[in-house]
């Protein structure tokens, strides 16, 4: 089987990082830092995988937003910029993410069950922000940073896409 390697320039909590996979089958070396790890590695959807690591299973679900993407592993979310290559640092939108606010994107298509924090709320990071069922799982979405909720732009009951922001944290 073929194996493939790939290097990512990533910000993670506004600072940037170095992420390295070498792929074969569904057999993924991860490189991030001087960790390595060994995880196998099953795509669900186009935008959900099943990793399992050190003998535990996670749930990932990955959709871009205007930062980058938001990463949501087993309910807790994470905005992932990436550099941009022909810049020495990130891209506007990754510098513009991590210095100003935060949006919460809902992971994939579903119904938001529950509003955790409301405009104006002092949050901190990984603190649940909403409550939204996808595939009649709910997935408590935290913020991305400390801050303040900014805005709250969706209502208990709606349907929402993917991708969708759902809360601003600035």
């Known amino acids: ?3 493939v390697e790939a290097t990512y320039e990533l910000v993670l909590d506004g600072r940037p990082r170095k992420l390295r996979l070498k792929r074969s089958g569904d ?3 991860v490189e991030f830092g001087e960790k390595s790890l ?23 679900s990955v959709s871009p937003n205007a930062g980058g993407f938001q990463v949501l592993v087993d309910g807790e979310s994470f905005q992932v910029g990436l ?6 640092g990130p891209s506007t939108s990754a510098r513009t993410q991590a210095a100003g606010p935060a949006a919460v994107s809902a992971p994939m298509p ?16 990984g603190q649940g922000l909403v409550v939204v069922e996808a595939m009649k799982m709910q997935n408590e979405l935290g913020s991305p940073k400390s801050g303040r909720v900014q805005a709250v732009r969706v209502a208990e009951g709606q349907a929402v896409n993917a991708g969708e922001p759902l809360v601003l944290v600035e």
């Open 1 to 3: 089987m073929d194996q």
């Open 27 to 29: 057999r993924v070396r």
């Open 38 to 60: 060994e995880v196998d590695v099953s795509q669900l959807s186009d935008a959900a995988f099943s990793l399992i690591l050190e003998d535990r299973s996670h749930d990932v």
């Open 83 to 88: 550099v941009d290559p022909r810049r020495d």
């Open 110 to 125: 579903g119904k938001v069950v529950r509003i955790l924090a409301a405009e104006g709320e002092k949050v901190s990071r």
